[in-house]
Protein backbone atom coordinates (compact mmCIF):
# COMPACT_ATOMS: atom_id res chain seq x y z
CA UNK A 1 0.00 0.00 0.00
CA UNK A 2 3.32 2.56 0.45
CA UNK A 3 3.36 2.19 -3.14
CA UNK A 4 -0.12 3.27 -4.23
CA UNK A 5 -0.30 5.56 -1.11
CA UNK A 6 3.19 7.12 -2.80
CA UNK A 7 2.05 7.65 -6.45
CA UNK A 8 -1.43 9.43 -4.93
CA UNK A 9 0.19 11.84 -2.70
CA UNK A 10 0.73 14.59 -5.65
CA UNK A 11 -3.32 14.63 -5.65
CA UNK A 12 -4.30 14.79 -2.37
CA UNK A 13 -5.95 18.06 -2.79
CA UNK A 14 -8.15 16.62 -5.81
CA UNK A 15 -8.99 13.58 -3.77
CA UNK A 16 -9.95 15.28 -0.80
CA UNK A 17 -12.44 17.45 -3.25
CA UNK A 18 -13.23 14.13 -5.04
CA UNK A 19 -13.71 12.55 -1.22
CA UNK A 20 -15.98 15.83 0.19
CA UNK A 21 -18.13 15.62 -3.44
CA UNK A 22 -18.42 12.33 -2.85
CA UNK A 23 -19.71 12.81 0.87
CA UNK A 24 -22.70 14.71 -0.07
CA UNK A 25 -23.69 13.27 -2.63
CA UNK A 26 -24.04 9.64 -0.41
CA UNK A 27 -25.01 11.91 2.32
CA UNK A 28 -28.28 13.30 0.22
CA UNK A 29 -28.94 9.34 -0.94
CA UNK A 30 -29.07 8.66 2.82
CA UNK A 31 -31.29 11.93 3.86
CA UNK A 32 -34.00 10.34 1.05
CA UNK A 33 -36.03 7.50 3.28
CA UNK A 34 -35.43 9.94 6.21
CA UNK A 35 -37.93 12.06 4.32
CA UNK A 36 -40.12 9.17 3.55
CA UNK A 37 -40.45 8.15 6.85
CA UNK A 38 -40.84 12.03 8.30
CA UNK A 39 -43.70 11.84 5.54
CA UNK A 40 -45.56 8.89 6.62
CA UNK A 41 -45.33 9.06 10.24
CA UNK A 42 -45.60 13.26 10.70
CA UNK A 43 -47.20 14.70 8.06
CA UNK A 44 -49.52 12.54 6.62
CA UNK A 45 -51.17 12.16 9.95
CA UNK A 46 -52.14 16.29 9.54
CA UNK A 47 -53.78 16.28 5.93
CA UNK A 48 -51.21 19.31 5.13
CA UNK A 49 -50.58 19.53 1.21
CA UNK A 50 -48.30 21.60 1.11
CA UNK A 51 -46.12 20.33 3.59
CA UNK A 52 -46.16 17.46 1.64
CA UNK A 53 -45.65 18.42 -1.98
CA UNK A 54 -42.59 20.24 0.27
CA UNK A 55 -40.80 17.46 1.71
CA UNK A 56 -41.48 15.38 -1.80
CA UNK A 57 -39.69 18.01 -3.26
CA UNK A 58 -37.07 17.84 -0.82
CA UNK A 59 -36.89 13.99 -1.88
CA UNK A 60 -36.87 14.47 -5.49
CA UNK A 61 -33.85 17.50 -4.59
CA UNK A 62 -32.02 14.99 -2.52
CA UNK A 63 -32.18 12.49 -5.72
CA UNK A 64 -30.44 15.19 -8.04
CA UNK A 65 -28.26 16.06 -5.88
CA UNK A 66 -27.25 12.63 -5.52
CA UNK A 67 -27.12 12.07 -9.06
CA UNK A 68 -24.79 15.24 -9.86
CA UNK A 69 -22.44 15.02 -7.33
CA UNK A 70 -21.75 11.26 -7.72
CA UNK A 71 -21.12 11.65 -11.31
CA UNK A 72 -18.99 14.74 -10.19
CA UNK A 73 -17.08 12.54 -8.09
CA UNK A 74 -16.64 9.48 -10.13
CA UNK A 75 -15.08 11.36 -13.38
CA UNK A 76 -13.08 13.04 -10.86
CA UNK A 77 -12.01 9.74 -9.54
CA UNK A 78 -11.51 8.85 -13.04
CA UNK A 79 -8.75 11.73 -13.76
CA UNK A 80 -7.06 11.11 -10.99
CA UNK A 81 -6.82 7.49 -11.45
CA UNK A 82 -5.36 7.97 -15.18
CA UNK A 83 -2.82 10.15 -13.71
CA UNK A 84 -1.98 7.66 -11.22
CA UNK A 85 -1.33 4.99 -13.28
CA UNK A 86 0.37 6.98 -16.04
CA UNK A 87 2.85 7.89 -13.72
CA UNK A 88 3.24 4.23 -12.21
CA UNK A 89 3.70 2.64 -15.28
CA UNK A 90 6.63 5.58 -16.87
CA UNK A 91 8.30 5.28 -13.54
CA UNK A 92 8.31 1.41 -13.79
CA UNK A 93 9.19 1.27 -17.62
CA UNK A 94 12.15 3.74 -16.72
CA UNK A 95 12.92 1.77 -14.10
CA UNK A 96 13.28 -1.40 -15.77
CA UNK A 97 15.30 0.10 -17.77
CA UNK A 98 17.86 0.89 -15.46
CA UNK A 99 18.43 -2.52 -14.63
CA UNK A 100 20.94 -4.79 -14.85
CA UNK A 101 21.03 -8.26 -17.17
CA UNK A 102 21.54 -10.01 -14.06
CA UNK A 103 17.95 -9.11 -12.14
CA UNK A 104 16.67 -9.03 -15.58
CA UNK A 105 17.61 -12.81 -15.51
CA UNK A 106 16.41 -13.18 -11.77
CA UNK A 107 13.28 -11.14 -12.20
CA UNK A 108 12.46 -12.34 -16.06
CA UNK A 109 11.74 -10.97 -19.16
CA UNK A 110 7.72 -11.98 -18.84
CA UNK A 111 7.59 -11.04 -15.53
CA UNK A 112 8.51 -7.62 -16.14
CA UNK A 113 5.86 -7.42 -18.75
CA UNK A 114 3.23 -9.16 -16.46
CA UNK A 115 4.07 -6.67 -13.89
CA UNK A 116 4.07 -3.61 -16.65
CA UNK A 117 0.67 -4.88 -18.07
CA UNK A 118 -1.74 -6.64 -15.73
CA UNK A 119 -0.67 -5.87 -12.19
CA UNK A 120 -0.17 -2.25 -13.01
CA UNK A 121 -4.25 -2.80 -14.35
CA UNK A 122 -5.11 -4.19 -11.05
CA UNK A 123 -3.53 -1.30 -9.20
CA UNK A 124 -5.12 0.99 -11.94
CA UNK A 125 -8.90 -0.79 -11.61
CA UNK A 126 -8.35 -0.71 -7.40
CA UNK A 127 -7.65 2.87 -7.13
CA UNK A 128 -10.34 3.74 -9.63
CA UNK A 129 -12.89 1.44 -7.02
CA UNK A 130 -11.42 2.91 -3.99
CA UNK A 131 -12.37 6.82 -5.28
CA UNK A 132 -15.74 5.60 -6.18
CA UNK A 133 -17.41 2.82 -4.44
CA UNK A 134 -14.57 2.75 -1.89
CA UNK A 135 -15.46 5.89 -0.50
CA UNK A 136 -19.76 5.62 -1.38
CA UNK A 137 -20.09 2.29 0.69
CA UNK A 138 -18.38 2.95 4.07
CA UNK A 139 -20.61 5.91 4.08
CA UNK A 140 -23.66 4.41 3.81
CA UNK A 141 -23.22 1.41 6.09
CA UNK A 142 -21.67 4.37 8.84
CA UNK A 143 -24.22 6.87 7.72
CA UNK A 144 -27.13 3.96 7.61
CA UNK A 145 -26.08 3.02 10.86
CA UNK A 146 -26.05 6.41 12.51
CA UNK A 147 -29.63 7.28 11.49
CA UNK A 148 -30.82 3.83 12.25
CA UNK A 149 -29.55 4.33 16.06
CA UNK A 150 -31.91 8.04 15.75
CA UNK A 151 -34.72 6.27 14.72
CA UNK A 152 -35.17 3.00 16.83
CA UNK A 153 -31.83 1.94 18.78
CA UNK A 154 -33.23 -1.44 19.75
CA UNK A 155 -33.45 -2.35 16.05
CA UNK A 156 -30.08 -0.96 15.55
CA UNK A 157 -28.67 -2.63 17.94
CA UNK A 158 -29.93 -6.23 16.06
CA UNK A 159 -27.55 -4.36 13.33
CA UNK A 160 -24.20 -3.95 15.24
CA UNK A 161 -24.17 -7.71 16.72
CA UNK A 162 -24.18 -9.02 13.33
CA UNK A 163 -21.16 -6.22 12.19
CA UNK A 164 -18.33 -7.43 14.10
CA UNK A 165 -19.09 -11.12 12.98
CA UNK A 166 -18.65 -9.22 8.96
CA UNK A 167 -15.25 -7.80 9.82
CA UNK A 168 -13.79 -10.57 11.28
CA UNK A 169 -14.42 -12.90 8.70
CA UNK A 170 -13.82 -10.58 5.97
CA UNK A 171 -9.81 -10.02 7.75
CA UNK A 172 -10.03 -13.82 7.83
CA UNK A 173 -10.52 -14.62 3.98
CA UNK A 174 -8.95 -11.55 2.74
CA UNK A 175 -5.58 -12.67 4.59
CA UNK A 176 -5.99 -16.36 3.12
CA UNK A 177 -6.38 -14.46 -0.44
CA UNK A 178 -3.82 -12.23 -0.44
CA UNK A 179 -1.13 -14.83 -1.31
CA UNK A 180 -3.22 -16.98 -3.22
CA UNK A 181 -3.47 -14.12 -5.84
CA UNK A 182 0.40 -13.78 -5.77
CA UNK A 183 0.33 -17.40 -6.91
CA UNK A 184 -1.79 -16.55 -9.68
CA UNK A 185 0.39 -13.55 -10.89
CA UNK A 186 3.84 -15.48 -10.41
CA UNK A 187 1.94 -18.75 -12.49
CA UNK A 188 0.77 -15.93 -15.23
CA UNK A 189 4.22 -14.89 -15.78
CA UNK A 190 4.81 -18.98 -16.43
CA UNK A 191 2.06 -18.75 -19.04
CA UNK A 192 3.52 -14.99 -20.36
CA UNK A 193 6.50 -16.99 -21.00
CA UNK A 194 5.05 -20.05 -22.47
CA UNK A 195 3.28 -17.91 -25.13
CA UNK A 196 5.99 -15.18 -26.10
CA UNK A 197 8.36 -18.40 -26.74
CA UNK A 198 5.63 -19.83 -29.03
CA UNK A 199 5.33 -16.95 -30.56
CA UNK A 200 8.91 -16.15 -31.16
CA UNK A 201 9.75 -19.71 -32.30
CA UNK A 202 6.43 -20.39 -34.55
CA UNK A 203 8.75 -21.01 -37.83
CA UNK A 204 10.65 -23.85 -35.93
CA UNK A 205 7.74 -25.10 -34.67
CA UNK A 206 6.04 -25.40 -37.48
CA UNK A 207 8.62 -26.80 -39.20
CA UNK A 208 8.95 -29.64 -37.35
CA UNK A 209 5.34 -30.04 -37.11
CA UNK A 210 5.23 -29.23 -33.31
CA UNK A 211 1.96 -27.69 -32.83
CA UNK A 212 0.33 -30.40 -30.50
CA UNK A 213 3.48 -30.44 -28.75
CA UNK A 214 3.16 -26.90 -27.88
CA UNK A 215 -0.46 -27.24 -27.56
CA UNK A 216 0.05 -29.83 -24.66
CA UNK A 217 2.62 -27.44 -22.93
CA UNK A 218 0.43 -24.42 -23.18
CA UNK A 219 -2.66 -26.76 -21.82
CA UNK A 220 -0.66 -27.82 -18.92
CA UNK A 221 0.40 -24.04 -18.01
CA UNK A 222 -3.35 -23.24 -18.46
CA UNK A 223 -4.44 -25.78 -16.34
CA UNK A 224 -2.60 -24.61 -13.67
CA UNK A 225 -3.03 -20.88 -13.79
CA UNK A 226 -7.22 -21.83 -13.82
CA UNK A 227 -6.52 -24.06 -10.98
CA UNK A 228 -4.93 -21.13 -9.05
CA UNK A 229 -7.86 -18.73 -10.58
CA UNK A 230 -10.08 -21.41 -8.99
CA UNK A 231 -8.87 -21.67 -5.64
CA UNK A 232 -8.42 -18.26 -4.95
CA UNK A 233 -11.67 -17.25 -6.09
CA UNK A 234 -13.10 -20.12 -3.87
CA UNK A 235 -11.40 -18.97 -1.20
CA UNK A 236 -13.41 -14.86 -1.95
CA UNK A 237 -16.66 -16.15 -3.26
CA UNK A 238 -17.32 -17.55 0.24
CA UNK A 239 -17.51 -13.74 1.76
CA UNK A 240 -20.47 -12.41 -0.14
CA UNK A 241 -23.14 -15.61 0.76
CA UNK A 242 -22.01 -15.65 3.99
CA UNK A 243 -22.30 -12.07 4.61
CA UNK A 244 -25.83 -11.76 2.42
CA UNK A 245 -26.98 -14.91 4.86
CA UNK A 246 -25.92 -13.03 8.15
CA UNK A 247 -27.31 -9.77 7.16
CA UNK A 248 -30.48 -11.31 5.52
CA UNK A 249 -31.25 -13.01 8.93
CA UNK A 250 -30.67 -9.09 10.85
CA UNK A 251 -33.53 -8.24 8.58
CA UNK A 252 -35.86 -11.04 9.39
CA UNK A 253 -35.22 -9.94 13.45
CA UNK A 254 -35.87 -7.11 12.33
CA UNK A 255 -38.86 -7.31 10.48
CA UNK A 256 -40.28 -9.56 13.56
CA UNK A 257 -39.26 -7.28 16.24
CA UNK A 258 -40.42 -4.22 14.46
CA UNK A 259 -43.84 -5.55 13.70
CA UNK A 260 -44.33 -6.21 17.43
CA UNK A 261 -42.91 -2.76 18.12
CA UNK A 262 -45.63 -1.84 15.79
CA UNK A 263 -48.17 -2.99 17.09
CA UNK A 264 -47.60 -2.25 20.47
CA UNK A 265 -47.15 1.63 19.41
CA UNK A 266 -43.78 2.02 20.16
CA UNK A 267 -42.66 2.83 16.69
CA UNK A 268 -43.92 4.35 14.09
CA UNK A 269 -45.21 2.45 10.63
CA UNK A 270 -42.81 5.00 8.42
CA UNK A 271 -39.74 4.44 10.75
CA UNK A 272 -40.14 0.40 10.05
CA UNK A 273 -40.42 1.67 6.09
CA UNK A 274 -37.24 3.61 6.25
CA UNK A 275 -35.81 1.47 8.69
CA UNK A 276 -35.79 -1.94 6.18
CA UNK A 277 -34.48 0.47 3.24
CA UNK A 278 -31.39 1.66 5.27
CA UNK A 279 -31.11 -2.09 6.81
CA UNK A 280 -31.17 -3.23 2.60
CA UNK A 281 -28.78 0.26 1.84
CA UNK A 282 -26.13 -1.42 4.80
CA UNK A 283 -26.85 -4.66 3.19
CA UNK A 284 -25.86 -3.66 -0.20
CA UNK A 285 -22.79 -1.41 1.35
CA UNK A 286 -21.62 -4.77 3.07
CA UNK A 287 -21.74 -6.49 -0.55
CA UNK A 288 -20.38 -3.86 -2.01
CA UNK A 289 -17.44 -3.85 0.63
CA UNK A 290 -17.16 -7.56 -0.06
CA UNK A 291 -16.26 -6.68 -3.93
CA UNK A 292 -13.53 -4.41 -2.55
CA UNK A 293 -12.15 -6.65 -0.22
CA UNK A 294 -11.73 -9.05 -3.68
CA UNK A 295 -10.47 -6.43 -5.80
CA UNK A 296 -7.95 -5.41 -2.83
CA UNK A 297 -6.62 -8.70 -2.52
CA UNK A 298 -5.70 -9.07 -6.09
CA UNK A 299 -3.99 -5.33 -6.19
CA UNK A 300 -2.15 -5.80 -3.05
CA UNK A 301 -0.80 -8.83 -4.90
CA UNK A 302 -0.01 -6.77 -7.47
CA UNK A 303 1.53 -3.94 -5.95
CA UNK A 304 4.10 -6.05 -3.91
CA UNK A 305 5.02 -7.10 -7.34
CA UNK A 306 5.68 -4.04 -8.81
CA UNK A 307 6.91 -2.25 -5.53
CA UNK A 308 9.45 -5.45 -5.52
CA UNK A 309 11.21 -4.03 -9.22
CA UNK A 310 11.03 -0.29 -7.63
CA UNK A 311 13.22 -1.94 -4.53
CA UNK A 312 15.63 -3.90 -6.42
CA UNK A 313 19.15 -1.69 -6.45
CA UNK A 314 20.26 -0.67 -10.01
CA UNK A 315 23.52 -0.19 -10.98
CA UNK A 316 25.47 2.98 -9.59
CA UNK A 317 24.77 5.77 -11.77
CA UNK A 318 25.01 8.46 -9.58
CA UNK A 319 26.48 12.26 -10.07
CA UNK A 320 29.82 11.53 -8.40
CA UNK A 321 30.49 8.86 -10.60
CA UNK A 322 33.35 10.01 -13.06
CA UNK A 323 32.25 10.84 -16.72
CA UNK A 324 34.11 8.83 -19.32
CA UNK A 325 34.95 12.23 -21.65
CA UNK A 326 35.90 13.36 -18.00
CA UNK A 327 39.20 11.70 -17.99
CA UNK A 328 42.41 12.94 -19.36
CA UNK A 329 43.86 11.12 -22.25
CA UNK A 330 46.98 9.63 -20.83
CA UNK A 331 49.08 6.44 -21.97
CA UNK A 332 46.70 4.16 -20.46
CA UNK A 333 45.10 1.17 -22.78
CA UNK A 334 41.43 2.08 -23.46
CA UNK A 335 40.58 -0.95 -22.29
CA UNK A 336 42.32 -3.14 -19.60
CA UNK A 337 40.87 -6.48 -18.54
CA UNK A 338 43.14 -7.77 -15.10
CA UNK A 339 42.27 -10.99 -13.79
CA UNK A 340 38.62 -11.12 -14.41
CA UNK A 341 36.67 -14.44 -13.21
CA UNK A 342 32.62 -14.46 -13.52
CA UNK A 343 30.28 -16.56 -13.53
CA UNK A 344 26.58 -15.35 -14.30
CA UNK A 345 24.82 -17.47 -11.15
CA UNK A 346 26.58 -17.50 -7.55
CA UNK A 347 24.98 -20.78 -6.86
CA UNK A 348 26.92 -22.34 -10.13
CA UNK A 349 30.16 -23.88 -9.84
CA UNK A 350 32.12 -23.38 -12.59
CA UNK A 351 33.22 -19.34 -13.95
CA UNK A 352 32.37 -18.43 -17.35
CA UNK A 353 35.12 -16.43 -17.77
CA UNK A 354 38.51 -17.14 -15.26
CA UNK A 355 41.72 -14.80 -15.02
CA UNK A 356 40.97 -13.22 -18.07
CA UNK A 357 43.57 -10.88 -18.98
CA UNK A 358 44.21 -8.37 -22.27
CA UNK A 359 44.83 -5.30 -23.21
CA UNK A 360 43.26 -2.58 -26.04
CA UNK A 361 44.93 0.30 -27.24
CA UNK A 362 43.61 3.34 -28.55
CA UNK A 363 42.72 3.19 -32.56
CA UNK A 364 43.62 -1.01 -31.95
CA UNK A 365 41.51 -3.52 -34.01
CA UNK A 366 41.16 -6.21 -31.59
CA UNK A 367 39.63 -9.15 -32.41
CA UNK A 368 37.80 -12.62 -30.29
CA UNK A 369 37.27 -15.69 -31.56
CA UNK A 370 36.21 -19.33 -29.98
CA UNK A 371 33.92 -21.65 -29.87
CA UNK A 372 29.76 -20.61 -28.96
CA UNK A 373 29.55 -20.47 -25.20
CA UNK A 374 33.44 -19.81 -24.58
CA UNK A 375 32.62 -16.36 -23.23
CA UNK A 376 33.15 -14.07 -25.49
CA UNK A 377 29.84 -12.42 -25.62
CA UNK A 378 30.45 -12.27 -21.66
CA UNK A 379 33.50 -10.02 -21.91
CA UNK A 380 31.12 -7.48 -23.98
CA UNK A 381 27.95 -7.92 -21.25
CA UNK A 382 31.09 -6.67 -18.62
CA UNK A 383 32.82 -4.23 -20.61
CA UNK A 384 29.40 -2.77 -20.85
CA UNK A 385 28.30 -3.10 -17.89
CA UNK A 386 25.44 -5.18 -18.39
CA UNK A 387 26.70 -7.26 -15.18
CA UNK A 388 28.84 -6.51 -12.45
CA UNK A 389 32.94 -7.41 -12.36
CA UNK A 390 33.05 -9.73 -8.90
CA UNK A 391 36.21 -10.91 -9.73
CA UNK A 392 39.67 -9.15 -10.99
CA UNK A 393 39.01 -5.62 -12.52
CA UNK A 394 38.36 -3.86 -15.65
CA UNK A 395 39.55 -0.14 -16.68
CA UNK A 396 38.91 2.09 -18.94
CA UNK A 397 41.91 4.61 -19.79
CA UNK A 398 43.30 3.72 -16.77
CA UNK A 399 40.40 4.03 -14.40
CA UNK A 400 38.10 1.16 -12.81
CA UNK A 401 34.93 0.35 -14.47
CA UNK A 402 33.34 0.68 -11.02
CA UNK A 403 33.90 4.57 -10.74
CA UNK A 404 32.67 5.45 -14.04
CA UNK A 405 29.22 7.07 -14.60
CA UNK A 406 27.38 3.69 -16.38
CA UNK A 407 25.67 6.07 -19.14
CA UNK A 408 28.50 7.78 -19.82
CA UNK A 409 30.48 4.57 -20.29
CA UNK A 410 27.87 3.08 -22.84
CA UNK A 411 28.44 6.28 -24.82
CA UNK A 412 31.32 5.60 -25.40
CA UNK A 413 30.73 2.16 -27.72
CA UNK A 414 29.18 2.00 -30.92
CA UNK A 415 27.44 -1.21 -30.20
CA UNK A 416 26.13 -3.98 -32.92
CA UNK A 417 25.12 -7.37 -30.85
CA UNK A 418 24.78 -11.32 -31.97
CA UNK A 419 20.81 -10.61 -31.58
CA UNK A 420 19.92 -7.22 -31.98
CA UNK A 421 16.35 -5.56 -32.82
CA UNK A 422 14.31 -4.27 -35.14
CA UNK A 423 12.06 -1.99 -34.54
CA UNK A 424 8.46 -1.17 -35.96
CA UNK A 425 9.63 2.05 -37.87
CA UNK A 426 11.27 3.53 -40.63
CA UNK A 427 14.55 2.36 -41.35
CA UNK A 428 15.88 6.69 -40.79
CA UNK A 429 14.40 6.23 -37.47
CA UNK A 430 16.08 2.11 -36.74
CA UNK A 431 19.20 3.51 -37.75
CA UNK A 432 19.18 7.02 -36.15
CA UNK A 433 16.97 5.29 -32.92
CA UNK A 434 16.29 8.27 -30.76
CA UNK A 435 19.93 9.66 -30.64
CA UNK A 436 21.15 13.05 -32.03
CA UNK A 437 22.68 11.84 -35.13
CA UNK A 438 22.93 13.84 -38.52
CA UNK A 439 20.78 12.52 -41.82
CA UNK A 440 24.70 12.73 -42.97
CA UNK A 441 25.98 10.50 -40.45
CA UNK A 442 23.29 8.08 -41.55
CA UNK A 443 24.09 8.08 -44.66
CA UNK A 444 27.85 7.82 -44.30
CA UNK A 445 26.74 4.44 -41.75
CA UNK A 446 24.69 2.96 -44.42
CA UNK A 447 26.88 3.33 -46.68
CA UNK A 448 30.27 1.92 -44.84
CA UNK A 449 28.11 -0.69 -43.65
CA UNK A 450 26.73 -1.36 -47.38
CA UNK A 451 22.97 -1.27 -46.41
CA UNK A 452 22.59 1.81 -48.62
CA UNK A 453 21.99 -0.07 -52.01
CA UNK A 454 19.08 -1.92 -50.77
CA UNK A 455 17.33 0.71 -48.46
CA UNK A 456 17.56 2.82 -51.82
CA UNK A 457 16.26 0.06 -53.87
CA UNK A 458 12.97 0.68 -52.24
CA UNK A 459 10.62 2.95 -53.17
CA UNK A 460 10.36 4.44 -49.89
CA UNK A 461 14.20 4.45 -49.04
CA UNK A 462 14.91 5.63 -45.63
CA UNK A 463 11.20 6.40 -44.83
CA UNK A 464 10.88 2.60 -45.86
CA UNK A 465 8.62 0.84 -42.65
CA UNK A 466 9.60 -2.07 -41.45
CA UNK A 467 7.90 -4.54 -39.71
CA UNK A 468 8.49 -6.18 -36.57
CA UNK A 469 11.65 -8.22 -35.98
CA UNK A 470 12.12 -7.06 -39.81
CA UNK A 471 10.30 -9.77 -40.86
CA UNK A 472 9.88 -7.91 -44.41
CA UNK A 473 13.80 -7.38 -44.99
CA UNK A 474 16.25 -10.48 -45.18
CA UNK A 475 18.79 -11.45 -42.26
CA UNK A 476 21.77 -9.78 -43.66
CA UNK A 477 19.86 -6.81 -44.54
CA UNK A 478 18.92 -6.22 -40.91
CA UNK A 479 22.80 -6.97 -39.91
CA UNK A 480 23.83 -4.51 -42.03
CA UNK A 481 21.19 -2.20 -40.41
CA UNK A 482 22.32 -2.86 -37.09
CA UNK A 483 26.28 -2.18 -38.54
CA UNK A 484 24.85 1.23 -39.31
CA UNK A 485 22.97 2.18 -36.03
CA UNK A 486 26.58 1.64 -34.57
CA UNK A 487 28.67 2.92 -36.59
CA UNK A 488 26.03 6.54 -36.91
CA UNK A 489 26.77 7.44 -33.00
CA UNK A 490 29.93 9.47 -31.98
CA UNK A 491 31.85 7.02 -29.80
CA UNK A 492 35.71 5.74 -28.93
CA UNK A 493 34.94 1.71 -29.66
CA UNK A 494 32.76 -0.26 -32.10
CA UNK A 495 31.80 -3.65 -30.94
CA UNK A 496 30.44 -6.08 -33.66
CA UNK A 497 29.77 -8.76 -31.66
CA UNK A 498 29.51 -11.88 -34.11
CA UNK A 499 27.34 -8.61 -36.27
CA UNK A 500 27.96 -10.35 -39.94
CA UNK A 501 27.25 -13.83 -39.41
CA UNK A 502 24.51 -13.74 -42.15
CA UNK A 503 26.83 -11.93 -44.67
CA UNK A 504 29.12 -13.60 -47.32
CA UNK A 505 32.24 -13.90 -47.06
CA UNK A 506 33.19 -10.81 -49.90
CA UNK A 507 30.77 -8.27 -48.09
CA UNK A 508 31.78 -9.02 -45.21
CA UNK A 509 35.74 -8.08 -46.35
CA UNK A 510 34.38 -5.02 -47.76
CA UNK A 511 32.33 -4.14 -44.56
CA UNK A 512 35.54 -4.32 -42.36
CA UNK A 513 37.69 -2.23 -45.45
CA UNK A 514 35.01 0.23 -44.85
CA UNK A 515 35.82 -0.16 -41.18
CA UNK A 516 39.29 0.37 -41.26
CA UNK A 517 39.35 3.02 -43.73
CA UNK A 518 36.36 5.51 -42.57
CA UNK A 519 36.46 5.15 -38.68
CA UNK A 520 40.31 4.49 -38.36
CA UNK A 521 40.21 7.10 -35.26
CA UNK A 522 38.59 4.88 -32.86
CA UNK A 523 39.34 1.23 -31.42
CA UNK A 524 37.35 -1.98 -32.58
CA UNK A 525 36.31 -5.06 -31.01
CA UNK A 526 35.22 -7.51 -33.54
CA UNK A 527 33.88 -11.01 -31.71
CA UNK A 528 33.28 -13.84 -34.92
CA UNK A 529 33.40 -17.80 -34.91
CA UNK A 530 34.85 -16.47 -38.28
CA UNK A 531 38.72 -16.07 -38.98
CA UNK A 532 37.96 -14.51 -41.94
CA UNK A 533 36.50 -12.01 -39.93
CA UNK A 534 39.57 -11.06 -37.23
CA UNK A 535 42.09 -12.20 -39.29
CA UNK A 536 43.57 -8.67 -39.68
CA UNK A 537 42.85 -6.88 -36.49
CA UNK A 538 46.12 -5.86 -34.74
CA UNK A 539 45.36 -8.22 -31.99
CA UNK A 540 43.64 -11.49 -31.54
CA UNK A 541 42.31 -13.31 -28.45
CA UNK A 542 41.56 -17.05 -28.83
CA UNK A 543 39.63 -18.29 -25.85
CA UNK A 544 38.08 -21.58 -25.40
CA UNK A 545 35.60 -22.56 -22.11
CA UNK A 546 36.45 -18.75 -20.58
CA UNK A 547 40.12 -19.24 -20.79
CA UNK A 548 42.84 -17.49 -22.84
CA UNK A 549 44.59 -19.91 -24.86
CA UNK A 550 46.43 -17.18 -26.58
CA UNK A 551 46.82 -13.38 -27.42
CA UNK A 552 48.99 -11.91 -30.20
CA UNK A 553 48.71 -11.16 -34.29
CA UNK A 554 46.90 -13.87 -36.53
CA UNK A 555 50.88 -14.87 -37.58
CA UNK A 556 51.97 -15.38 -33.79
CA UNK A 557 48.71 -17.04 -33.10
CA UNK A 558 49.15 -19.96 -36.15
CA UNK A 559 52.44 -20.13 -34.64
CA UNK A 560 52.03 -20.80 -31.27
CA UNK A 561 47.55 -22.12 -30.65
CA UNK A 562 47.44 -25.50 -31.79
CA UNK A 563 43.90 -24.48 -31.23
CA UNK A 564 43.56 -21.44 -33.70
CA UNK A 565 45.40 -23.25 -36.43
CA UNK A 566 43.07 -25.52 -36.44
CA UNK A 567 39.74 -23.70 -36.69
CA UNK A 568 41.96 -21.43 -39.61
CA UNK A 569 42.92 -24.76 -41.69
CA UNK A 570 39.13 -25.66 -40.94
CA UNK A 571 37.89 -22.56 -42.27
CA UNK A 572 40.72 -21.11 -44.63
CA UNK A 573 41.59 -24.74 -46.15
CA UNK A 574 45.35 -24.54 -44.68
CA UNK A 575 48.17 -22.38 -46.19
CA UNK A 576 49.81 -19.51 -43.61
CA UNK A 577 47.67 -15.88 -44.21
CA UNK A 578 50.44 -13.03 -44.13
Same mark, same amino acid.
Given at each position: MKLIIRYLKPYKLRLLIGFTIKLIGTLADLVIPYLLSYIIDEILPTKDLRLVIIYGL?? #? @??????????????? /?????????????????????? &??????????????? #?????????????????????????? #????????? &??????????????????????????????????????? &???? /???????????????? @??????????????????? /?????????? /? @????????????????????????????????VGKIISFTTYFTIILNACLTITRIFVTFSRSAASAMRIDYVFSVPTLDDTVDKIKVSDIEDNDNPLIEFKDVSFKYNDTSEENVLSNISFRINKNESFGIIGPTGCGKSTIISLLMKFYDVKEGNIYIKGVDINEINTSSLRNMFGTCFQNDTIFTDTVLNNIKFGRDVSYDDVIKASRNSLAEKFILNHEDGYDYLLSPKGTNISGGQKQRIFISRALAGSFDCLILDDATSALDYKTDSILRNNIKNNYSDISTIIIAQRISSIINCDKILMIEDGRILGIGTHKELMESVDEYRSIYISQMGGGMHE
Open positions: AM #I @ASSIICFLFNVWANQ /MASYICKLFTTNLRHDLFEKIN &TLSSSQYDEITMPSL #ISRMTTDTYNVHHMVGMMQRIGVRAP #ILLIGGVII &TAFQDLTLTLILVAILPFIILLSYLITKKAIPLFTKVQN &TLDL /MVTEIRENVTGIRVIK @ALSKNEYEKEKFGKINKQV /MDLEIKSGNA /M @AKLSPIMSALLNMGLVFVVVVGAFRVSNAAVG
